[in-house]
């Protein structure tokens, strides 16, 4: 028996063992639940990809960037500690993989990082990830993204008023 067959035996025993139900249904079972109109296909909730969601940049953060040859100046759409999203109408002979330089010039001074690009979306921008960010800049980066965070939980929910009686 192969190595897979008998992590999945396991498997099945440890399901069957905490639900006290078998781990795969019956034909009775099946039957049921067809009755009772239950679905017999339980989707699964989708999850995004991204380890960290991605703030939006709700103020004007811009970045210098180099890849590929060019050098361009682009407002920051989103971003996380991973990575960001920027704006650029034509990424062109930019592709998925390319290396890029970034410099952003914020409130919490200057922050420089090497990127990957992951993403070209023609007339909109490029989603690019951190692979290389000195301590400094990293502190400075959780520090920008921290501010954000506050600025987007206070647009978010907005402080209750009293009614003022008039």
């Not at 909730?45 to 991204?50: D, I, L, M, N």
């Not at 682009?74 to 930019?94: A, E, H, K």
Request: positive net charge; aromatic residues 4%; proline residues 7%.
């Amino acid at each position: 028996m192969s190595a897979f067959n008998k992590f999945r035996q396991r498997l099945n025993h440890e399901r069957t063992r905490a639900s006290g139900e078998p781990a795969t249904p019956s034909p009775l079972l099946s039957a049921t639940r067809r009755r009772l109109g239950e679905p017999l296909v339980v989707q699964k909730p989708s999850y995004s990809r991204r380890a960290l969601t991605r703030l939006p940049a709700s103020e004007d953060i811009w970045v210098c960037w180099r890849c590929n040859g060019r050098d361009d100046v682009s407002r920051v759409l989103d971003i996380s500690i991973d990575g960001l999203f920027i704006q650029t109408s034509s990424p062109v002979r930019i592709k998925e993989g390319m290396p890029a330089k970034l410099e952003f010039l914020v409130q919490e001074g200057r922050i420089q990082a090497d990127a990957l690009v992951r993403h070209v979306r023609g007339g909109a921008g490029l989603g690019l990830r951190f692979v290389a960010v000195a301590d400094a800049d990293r502190q400075r980066l959780k520090a920008m993204i921290s501010r954000l965070r506050t600025h987007h939980t206070k647009a978010a929910h907005p402080p209750n008023r009293a009614a003022d009686p008039d």
